[in-house]
């Protein structure tokens, strides 16, 4: 397993949608889902995310604390993931720190 299964969010639908809405939402995601790659790789800061997350209504804080609680649950119950030692890194080190100021 990837840590960016336990980072990643939702593509977001509505029965109200038309495809313009759709394609907006899917835009969203891509966005969304190459930030969290990026912070994960170390190429962005987590600050950056948390903007783009902002930015698009996702609350970074309740973000933040569902990934705290998957990557806790994944380490609790020893399942392995790949990229661990970066994971640990963004949950335990750098969002810590973004979230005190």
């Given amino acids: 397993m990837l840590a960016i ?3 990643s969010t939702v593509l977001r639908e509505s029965p109200d949608f ?5 394609q907006h ?4 995601l891509i966005v969304r889902q190459t ?3 990026d ?3 170390g190429e962005q800061h987590a600050d950056v995310l948390l903007d783009i997350l902002d ?3 996702i609350n970074p804080i309740e973000y933040v604390a569902c990934v705290e609680q998957n990557i806790n649950f994944l380490l609790s119950n020893q399942l392995p993931i790949e990229d ?3 994971v640990v890194q963004m949950v335990y080190g750098e969002w810590d720190n973004l979230l005190l100021i």
């Avoid at 038309?18 to 759709?22: E, K, L, R």
């Avoid at 939402?25 to 969203?28: A, D, G, L, T």
């Fill in 25 to 28: 939402e899917i835009n969203q």
């Fill in 55 to 57: 930015s698009q209504g």
């Fill in 84 to 86: 661990a030692q970066e």
């Fill in 18 to 22: 038309n495809s313009s809405d759709s």
């Fill in 35 to 37: 930030a969290i790659q």
């Fill in 39 to 41: 912070c994960l790789t």
């Fill in 5 to 7: 299964e336990g980072l």
